[in-house]
């Protein structure tokens, strides 16, 4: 405001708009400096709906990208594990649409009757004529020709259930027995047995995280953190030293054996001859010599390695960088939401991401032994495939839920006014 003499009110600068009006400016100009051009920029990113762009973008990056090394990797073979993996993705696309327009509510109605048939695929796995066996691992059924693995979604009904358990109980999730009950005994435990029956630990130590995520993120005592980590590591010793073959895979890791058992440390010598050989640069898409049957596993568990043979540093850090966008997708959800259901969910997930991704890599860089368990979403793999993409539809369905989002979403959808009154008035002029 002016006074009366039209002198421009202290503290303001005027300009000119196109009618001669005096217009005010902000008394403190743009920042100039790079550190308030970045605060401008990331005010502009920071939206409603910055969590769900974030996983719906790295989800499809790390899909395709995931796509395109299976196919490099098969392809000296052949082009089928492709197909394979180009069908699966598309039914867990389409399965991850469906989740993304499921309400909170459904997926909380949803806990139950998930973890019951979660169970019920898990124990047929143990069923004569259903069951397969995979390297030593009883973990597949075969239905119709097609061959799944129930642990796969496994992880993701045992994070709708907890999630729904532990949002009833949170004003008593201090008490130790309403921490344990039902979440921990009996569905994990029931859970995990059934992987364990199967040998299959990588898989179970999946599981035991995910858990121990969830109530860390309910906010459970440490103490009941000391108690089942002590139980956990008892319980991961006893299946180790009772098992042949997870034992020579760590004396494996330790260096111990591998002048007398050459075969024992293939995997993860050509591993590392594949890193190696990638140096700084890599050798250029679908130039890798070691899928040519140097490298078994070279489609699922060691896909790794492949991308740093032919894309060198910069394609294993562009991996590490796309899983570690997810899992901060994630964390912004946990940390935006209301509701407690939803922000439990996503810490499940993100530990599903964290702990799965950590145990493969380091198997692939000899950080740790090949305990057995793919990359989310680089890895060939049907079942794991499809039971990811659906995690992380459930957690857009979450996303789009978020303070502000669905205004957003409205405005977006809403056609510009503005726009067709200007076409209207131009098709009216003679």
Not at 106 to 131: C, E, Y
Not at 281 to 292: D, I, V
Not at 353 to 359: K, R
Not at 365 to 372: A, D, E, F, K, Q
């Amino acid at each position: 405001m002016t006074t009366s003499s039209g002198a421009a009110r202290p503290g303001a600068r005027a300009s000119r708009g196109r009618a001669g009006a005096s217009v005010p400016k902000p008394d403190h100009p743009d920042d100039p400096t790079l550190v308030g051009r970045l605060n401008a920029l990331l005010e502009r990113i920071e939206t409603p709906l910055t969590t769900y762009h974030l996983l719906l973008s790295t989800t499809i990056a790390l899909t395709v990208f995931g796509l395109v090394m299976v196919m490099s990797a098969a392809s000296i073979r052949t082009y089928t594990v492709f197909f394979a993996q180009l069908r699966f993705a598309l039914i867990g696309a389409v399965l991850a649409f469906v989740a993304s327009r499921i309400p909170t509510l459904w997926w909380k109605r949803m806990a139950l009757p998930a973890l019951l048939l979660a169970i019920a695929l898990q124990a047929l796995t143990h069923v004569p004529g259903l069951g397969v066996t995979v390297n030593g691992n009883r973990n597949w059924i075969r239905i119709g020709g097609q061959q799944l693995q129930p642990s796969e979604f496994a992880k993701l009904a045992i994070i709708v259930f907890g999630a729904a358990v532990l949002a009833r109980k949170r004003h008593v999730i201090g008490q130790f027995w309403h921490a344990l009950i039902p979440l921990v005994f009996p569905a994990a435990i029931v859970l995990l047995g059934l992987q364990l029956l199967g040998s299959d630990l990588g898989t179970g130590m999946v599981l035991l995280a995910i858990v121990a995520g969830m109530l860390f993120a309910a906010g459970v005592s440490s103490r009941l953190f000391v108690a089942a980590g002590a139980l956990g590591a008892a319980a991961v010793a006893v299946m180790t030293l009772s098992s042949g073959n997870r034992m020579g895979r760590i004396t494996a890791w330790a260096g111990d054996s591998c002048a007398t058992n050459l075969d024992l440390c293939r995997q993860v010598m050509n591993g590392h001859y594949a890193l190696a050989d990638g140096g700084w640069w890599g050798l250029g898409p679908g130039a890798s010599r070691e899928k040519w049957g140097w490298l078994p596993e070279s489609t699922n568990d060691f896909i790794l390695a492949i991308i740093g043979e032919e894309f060198g540093l910069p394609g294993t850090l562009l991996v590490l960088a796309l899983i570690a966008l997810l899992c901060f997708a994630c964390y912004r959800l946990v940390r935006r939401s209301d509701d407690f259901f939803v922000r439990i969910c996503a810490a499940g997930v993100m530990t599903w991401l964290i702990v799965q991704s950590a145990i493969n890599i380091g198997a692939v860089t000899g950080l740790l032994p090949v305990i057995g368990v793919p990359l989310p979403l680089i890895s060939s793999g049907g079942t794991a495939i499809i039971s990811t993409l659906m995690a992380l539809g459930m957690l857009m369905s979450f996303a789009r839920h978020e303070p502000g989002a669905q205004a957003a979403l409205t405005r977006r959808r809403r056609p510009p006014r503005r726009t067709l009154a200007v076409m209207s008035r131009r098709r009216s002029t003679p």
